[in-house]
T-cell receptor, first 113, second 112 residues
Framework: EPEVTQTPSHQVTQMGQEVILRCVPI?????FYWYRQILGQKVEFLVS????????KSEIFDDQFSVERPDGSNFTLKIRSTKLEDSAMYFC???????????FGNGTRLTVT | GENVEQHPSTLSVQEGDSAVIKCTYS??????FPWYKQELGKRPQLIID???NVGEKKDQRIAVTLNKTAKHFSLHITETQPEDSAVYFC???????????WGAGTKLIIKP
């Protein structure tokens, strides 16, 4: 069964640095998402991406964040000037249609020190 | 905007017994209600979903019921097994939105 893949599995960075989290969605999926989960808390929506543009974003997704689909397979989340409170698990997900089952990657655990 | 409340936050049941987790939503336009299971340290995985045109859906030991009038939906797990231990999240969305609104999660503990 095809899966969403994410790299790296764990990223440690210093406060103020920039990080790029990478994802390869399932190939026939058209909708891509980034979610965040602080340890022990609920899953929080960051952004959705469809047809090569952001389709929706949450209040969390401010100017510090950006997404890109640099080629036909990768989907990236860039976090500029990281803060301690950005430490979380970041999940990429994809779906065939809007409002259809989300397929999550294994996540990238970001630790900001 | 949509708000999803989930109860209880922790549920402990004896192996073999049934477990019920309940969620309420605020936006009457919501029409898609998935349930995700997240084992410790792993990704959320869809276990069942329901759309607003049906009131109940079942898949083996798992069932979901939806009451549109009361704006609540529930997950039922029968004959619980140790591997059912996980955190379960409900969520809601409607067709014009891309973002799924999630409940806070229920930690289900199956006691041997």
């Amino acid at each position: 069964e095809p899966e969403v893949t994410q790299t790296p599995s764990h990223q440690v960075t210093q406060m103020g640095q920039e990080v790029i989290l990478r994802c390869v969605p399932i190939s026939n999926h058209l909708y891509f998402y980034w979610y965040r989960q602080i340890l022990g808390q609920k899953v929080e929506f960051l952004v959705s991406f469809y047809n090569n543009e952001i389709s929706e974003k949450s209040e969390i997704f401010d100017d510090q964040f950006s997404v890109e689909r640099p080629d036909g397979s990768n989907f990236t989340l860039k976090i500029r000037s990281t803060k301690l409170e950005d430490s979380a698990m970041y999940f990429c997900a994809s779906s065939v249609q809007r409002n259809s089952p989300l397929h999550f990657g294994n996540g990238t655990r970001l630790t900001v020190t | 905007g949509e708000n999803v409340e989930q109860h209880p936050s922790t549920l402990s049941v004896q192996e073999g017994d049934s477990a019920v987790i309940k969620c309420t939503y605020s936006d009457s336009a919501s029409n898609y209600f998935p349930w995700y299971k997240q084992e410790l340290g792993k990704r959320p995985q869809l276990i069942i979903d329901i759309r607003s045109n049906v009131g109940e859906k079942k898949d083996q030991r798992i069932a979901v019921t939806l009451n549109k009038t009361a704006k609540h939906f529930s997950l039922h797990i029968t004959e619980t097994q140790p591997e059912d231990s996980a955190v379960y999240f409900c969520a809601a969305n409607e067709d014009s939105n891309y973002q799924l609104i999630w409940g806070a999660g229920t930690k289900l503990i199956i006691k041997p």
